[in-house]
């Protein structure tokens, strides 16, 4: 899986995005999205037991429609990414698209643990895909929307005893974005999903990713639940605590 290149306007790289994310997730959107042949389905006829229905892949695929919502919004397509007040528009959209991704992410991260009953951090190397595919890892993403999208002001660091403000509030008066889906040039000293851990009093930009770069990892979640049920046999029992007898419609 490769990520496209990027387009001009938004509008143009919104609906690239949102034609990534439905073909790979092999969705279809109509109202609301549908999912018959997505990953979701599939699971449910392959390892559901005759006559029952598991509420988390039904729900995980109702659930992740959020961001297919997000991906069909035209609003800002007429925004542009050069523009200071639009820019800040924009800067908001991809934050709200950022927080559906870690509620996304973080399904796929409990449910893993409880399936090989090993720690977050293991989990999320198992989620992360290789270097060649993508430049952070998937503790690098929380981080970033923890950081940024979420708005948390501080962490605690417990060696050191004290509360550390993250810098994004430091160094934001009246911060300018750079956005990695613009023609634009990069500035220096930007915030970036890679040094987030680096202060830089004279940093004035903030990066925002790719929305496929989201959309990606997203993915990756998929195809790593799905490795996962493919080759344990037992995960598959261990799945059944959400399986409930159904009567044929």
Not at 19 to 31: F, G, P, Q
Request: glycine share 2%; hydrophobic share 35%; charged share 30%.
């Amino acid at each position: 899986m490769i990520i496209k290149k990027t387009k001009s306007t938004f509008k143009e790289i919104r609906i690239d995005a949102k034609e990534y994310w439905l073909d790979l997730t092999k969705r279809k959107r109509y109202i609301n999205d549908n999912f018959n042949n997505s990953y979701e389905c599939y699971w449910q006829s392959k390892y559901c037991r005759l006559g029952y229905h598991n509420s988390f892949f039904c729900s995980l695929g109702e659930w992740n429609t959020h961001l297919t919502d997000l991906l069909c919004d035209s609003r800002l397509d007429n925004y542009r990414f050069d523009n200071k007040e639009q820019s800040k528009s924009i800067f908001r959209y991809y934050t709200r698209v950022l927080i559906i991704v870690s509620e996304i992410i973080t399904d796929f991260q409990e449910v893993l643990m409880y399936l090989r009953n090993e720690s977050q951090k293991k989990i999320r190397t198992l989620m992360t895909p290789p270097k060649k595919y993508q430049t952070f890892n998937l503790q690098d993403l929380f981080a970033y929307i923890n950081n940024i999208a979420k708005h948390k002001i501080a962490s605690f660091d417990t060696r050191a005893g004290m509360r550390n403000l993250f810098k994004y509030h430091e160094v934001n008066h009246h911060i300018r974005y750079y956005f990695k889906d613009s023609k634009l040039r990069k500035p220096k000293n930007t915030i970036n999903i890679n040094n987030l851990s680096v202060v830089s009093k004279r940093t004035s930009y903030l990066e925002i990713m790719r929305l496929n770069e989201i959309i990606f990892q997203v993915l990756c979640c998929y195809v790593a639940l799905d490795w996962e049920l493919e080759n344990n046999k037992h995960f598959v029992n261990k799945m059944r605590i959400f399986e409930k007898r159904v009567r044929s419609r």
